[in-house]
């Protein structure tokens, strides 16, 4: 058996012990859908390009021998030092959206796809990677803030004990929406805002009707 059939047995086997799936992982390498599963099942491309498996083997934690790798690091053809590539993190992305608007029922949490993201440049946002997820914004209440399809970062460690003014996904009556949150004069007590001035507001609500997602910490969107 060729080193390239055990790197395609050792991703197959690492994707069914980790419960992921190949259009994912295809995601994660920036790749189209069905790229991971033309290499384990079709043997295409031959090898994995040295970057995609780069970013495999630390998602993993595995060592990039494992995927088909040598032993040696490649160096740089410039420096003559070894190339360092971040660590990613794989962030779901929730098949869902937070309602700028009339609002959306939250019925559907599971996973839709990831996005990758440097775990450095997490650790410098301040969240923790296990701890956020990346939502879809239904919606204009919050423009010129966000806009209706941009995705949103969710830190879900950043919640109701931890409230401050800041954009939040909460739910109200039921209703997953994003909001900014105005805290009051009195303790505890806060308004519901939207940026949008032809959008309602809800002043100074008793918090027990809302329930905290989590704070927007990041927005990305496509420039059309």
Request: hydrophobic share 40%; glycine share 10%; net charge negative.
């Given at each position: ?124 946002l ?60 009195l ?13 309602p ?24």
């Amino acid at each position: 058996m060729d080193e390239s059939q055990d790197a395609r047995i050792a991703l197959e086997r690492l994707i069914a012990d980790r419960g992921e799936n190949y259009a994912d992982l295809s995601r994660l390498i920036g790749r189209n859908p069905a790229y991971i599963q033309q290499f384990i099942k079709r043997g295409t491309p031959r090898k994995l390009d040295e970057d995609d498996r780069r970013v495999l083997a630390r998602y993993f934690g595995v060592p990039e021998q494992m995927l088909g790798g040598t032993a040696a690091a490649p160096l740089s053809a410039t420096s003559g030092r070894m190339r360092s590539v971040p660590a990613v993190v794989a962030v779901p992305r929730l098949a869902l959206g937070a309602s700028a608007g009339g609002g959306t029922l939250d019925e559907d949490e599971r996973a839709a796809g990831v996005m990758a993201f440097d775990a450095h440049w997490l650790r410098h946002l301040g969240v923790r990677p296990q701890r956020v997820s990346i939502i879809r914004v239904d919606g204009e209440s919050m423009a010129p803030t966000l806009s209706d399809g941009d995705d949103i970062m969710v830190d879900h460690d950043d919640d109701a004990l931890r409230l401050r003014d800041g954009v939040y996904v909460l739910r109200l009556d039921g209703v997953l929406m994003v909001k900014r949150i105005a805290m009051g004069p009195l303790r505890g007590r806060f308004s519901v805002v939207s940026d949008n001035v032809h959008y309602p507001d809800w002043a100074d609500i008793d918090p027990a009707l809302v329930d905290i997602v989590g704070r927007v910490v990041w927005t990305g969107r496509r420039l059309v």
